[in-house]
């Protein structure tokens, strides 16, 4: 069938849209007609990264059921679906242990490839790639069942596709990495997409003490909306006055959320957090390879702190998604005020120029049919 899709041709490359094929679904797959897709800072790392090109670009999203391969158990047609860019198969060694986001399927997402082998997306008739084995910034898409989870369909799929990224990893970085305790102390350096909600999580969980640390106003002021109780344009104006506040202690949770992380983050982060501190690391550099970590050693020792690395917040997307979407109807976790705004597929590098320019907690691509 014909698709509507944004690529990567080439690295440093703006988003093309293009008219191309969707292969039917193999055994275990499903095609989905895509609603909406978030754009979210690791879809702009794609441009600098080693994912084969073209690329079907988008890894958060959710949508409708349309049609099952052979043997599909999971969804059945009709579906509302979230878009889960790790896809858990439920039985390995991690899946079992209720570490879903470390699945062995995980083990293919920067390749794009599906558990079966090769892709479902056809441009000019050869097979490319959909990111993270789904590519959302088309409006259909065939993807494994294992990426799926099945939400209810009363659930606006505006907040499906918030919750299948963003909103997880940044709750999952404070409650699930930083092992969040009420009463602690947490900084979040960076307050887009995952550091707004790195914030509620920790407002939620009873934190003492919130503060952020963004260059944009725009992100400390929704910060302060969303129950900061500090923001800071610079690490060092933040240092200066937390320090003051703990009373010399220093931070329980510090999470590294920014867009894009270098090592000099890392480490401002590290002498912010208090004796047995975390440090959770959440965001990337825009090259994978750049070493984004010089610390001390001897300090990291003696003072007991700890460097978390967190995928997709440590979540098990099966059972965390529609939890938090539960929170959501609930009314216990706001996510309609996290979309600054909906665009047009055409209008897709407008999306990600407003979230590089820091205009943005969240945007959305609405698809169109």
């Not at 990264?49 to 158990?73: N, Q, R």
């Not at 305790?181 to 995952?194: F, K, L, N, R």
């Not at 202690?249 to 510090?254: H, L």
């Not at 706001?334 to 047009?344: C, G």
Request: charged share 20%.
């Amino acid at each position: 069938m014909k698709a509507r899709a944004a690529i990567l041709r080439g690295k440093h490359q703006n988003h093309e849209v293009v008219d191309l094929e969707v292969d039917e679904p193999q055994p275990g797959e499903v095609l989905v007609r895509m609603e909406f897709a978030g754009i979210c800072h690791s879809d702009n790392h794609t441009k600098w990264g080693s994912a084969p090109m073209p690329i079907v670009g988008g890894h958060e999203g959710a949508g409708v059921v349309e049609k099952l391969g052979e043997g599909v158990k999971r969804v059945a047609v009709g579906d509302h679906v979230a878009m889960s860019f790790i896809p858990a198969c439920g039985v390995c060694r991690w899946c079992a242990s209720g570490r879903g986001n470390l699945c062995d399927l995980g083990a293919k997402i920067l390749t794009g490839e599906l558990a079966n082998g090769g892709y479902r997306y056809r441009l000019d008739g050869v097979g490319i790639p959909g990111g993270a084995g789904l590519g959302t910034f088309s409006n259909y898409s065939v993807v494994d069942e294992r990426s799926l989870v099945k939400v209810g369909n009363d659930v606006p799929l505006e907040w499906a596709s918030l919750v299948s990224c963003g909103v997880a990893t940044g709750w999952g970085a404070v409650v699930n990495a930083g092992n969040l305790h009420s009463g602690d102390t947490v900084a979040v350096y960076g307050a887009g997409g995952i550091g707004s909600n790195a914030v509620r999580a920790a407002v939620a969980g009873g934190a003492s003490l919130v503060a952020v640390i963004d260059p944009a106003e725009t992100k400390r002021d929704f910060a302060k909306a969303s129950g900061a109780d500090y923001v800071y344009a610079t690490a060092e104006e933040a240092h200066a006055d937390l320090w003051e506040r703990t009373r010399g202690v220093g931070i329980d949770i510090c999470v590294v959320a920014a867009g894009v992380v270098d090592s000099q983050m890392v480490n401002e982060a590290f002498k912010l957090a208090r004796k047995g501190g975390a440090i959770v690391l959440v965001g990337l550099a825009n090259d994978y390879a750049e070493h984004t970590i010089d610390l001390s050693g001897s300090m990291l020792t003696l003072f007991e702190k700890r460097i978390i690395g967190t995928l997709y917040g440590s979540c098990n997307p099966q059972a965390d998604i529609p939890r938090l979407l539960g929170m959501a109807r609930q009314g216990k976790l706001e996510l309609d005020n996290l979309v600054t705004r909906k665009y047009a597929l055409d209008d897709i590098n407008q999306g990600f120029a407003d979230m590089l320019e820091g205009r943005n907690i969240r945007g959305l691509i609405a698809h169109e049919h």
